[in-house]
């Protein structure tokens, strides 16, 4: 009788998805993929994602996605009802939810570990710069910098702005223009007056004095973060999600060299709009 009973929800599960419309979703835009394959490599989590489906009814198997170039751009869209739900790493999702009264958090999906790497091109002298921001954060990691950087930045309030860390100048050294965007924050943050602030200072200055070599930040949307290191207008990107165990990476091109992680999560959580009484 429990095989039967089981039978018949699944058999309902997927007669609802064949029959209703799916959630529209919005991602900020994946550099290896297009929005409809990375809608089906997420269907393809089967893992922890059909038991996130069974509970929760508003999501279906024919979901969709739209990328956006921007994290202002997509929770814009989220306001106007131009998608349903944004789905956003963890520490990004709480931060938004935090400093936006407008948002609430719908739902969370347990995925693979998730972790940020930065991207180098792959020549000589994107794998030189590789090999050497790998044994700064090797250093980093060794000595506990890194873990100091991730909770005095990362574990606070997010009702105050972080201060911009100051960077080593090393006359006469090699200058390494490194895109950061803003878009996740607080890992990647730009505050209101166009300045880069918080973590993505704090690791890129201690990465940049522990090489030895001049960083200099430029602003980018996370949409152009290939073109920029492709076209040679930066010579490293401040962040790839790379997920653990995938053998295509949605957000990690062909070309790009990656550093070792400097952060990981393994929840990403929805947002929807949310209008407070």
Same mark, same amino acid.
């Given at each position: 009788m429990k095989k039967l009973l089981l039978a018949i929800l699944v058999a309902g599960i997927f007669a609802s998805s064949a029959f209703g419309a799916g959630m529209?979703?919005? =991602? !900020?835009?994946?550099?290896?993929?297009? =929005?409809?394959?990375? =809608?089906?490599?997420?269907?393809?989590?089967e893992r922890n994602f059909f038991g996130w489906k069974i509970m929760n009814t508003n999501h279906r198997l024919d979901d969709t996605?739209? /990328?956006?170039?921007?994290?202002?751009?997509?929770?814009? =869209? !989220?306001?106007?009802?131009?998608?349903?739900e944004a789905a956003l790493p963890e520490p990004v999702a709480e931060y938004v939810k935090t400093t936006d009264a407008g948002v609430e958090i719908s739902c969370a999906l347990h995925s693979r570990t998730t972790h940020l790497a930065l991207g180098f091109r792959s020549d000589d002298s994107g794998q030189r710069l590789c090999d050497?921001?790998?044994g700064a954060l090797s250093a980093m990691k060794g000595d506990r910098r890194l873990s100091i950087l991730t909770s005095k930045y990362l574990h606070r309030p997010a009702t105050t702005l972080p201060a911009a860390e100051s960077f080593a100048s090393f006359p006469g050294a090699e200058t390494v223009k490194v895109a950061v965007t803003g878009d996740l924050p607080p890992l990647d943050m730009i505050a209101p007056d166009g300045k880069p602030i918080g973590y993505n200072t704090a690791v890129l200055s201690e990465i940049g004095r522990r090489m030895g070599v001049n960083i200099e930040l430029v602003n980018i949307d996370s949409g152009a973060r290939t073109s920029a290191l492709m076209s040679g207008r930066v010579d490293a990107v401040f962040w790839y999600q790379v997920w653990e165990g995938v053998e295509k990476q949605p957000d990690a091109p062909a070309g790009v060299l990656l550093s070792e992680p400097y952060y990981e999560w393994d929840t990403f959580l929805h947002l929807?709009? /949310?209008?407070r009484d």
């Open positions: 529209r979703m919005g =991602a !900020l835009t994946q550099q290896n993929m297009s =929005a409809e394959e990375f =809608a089906e490599f997420i269907k393809s989590q996605f739209t /990328y956006f170039d921007s994290l202002t751009s997509m929770i814009m =869209a !989220l306001h106007s009802g131009k998608i349903d050497m921001v790998n929807r709009h /949310y209008v």
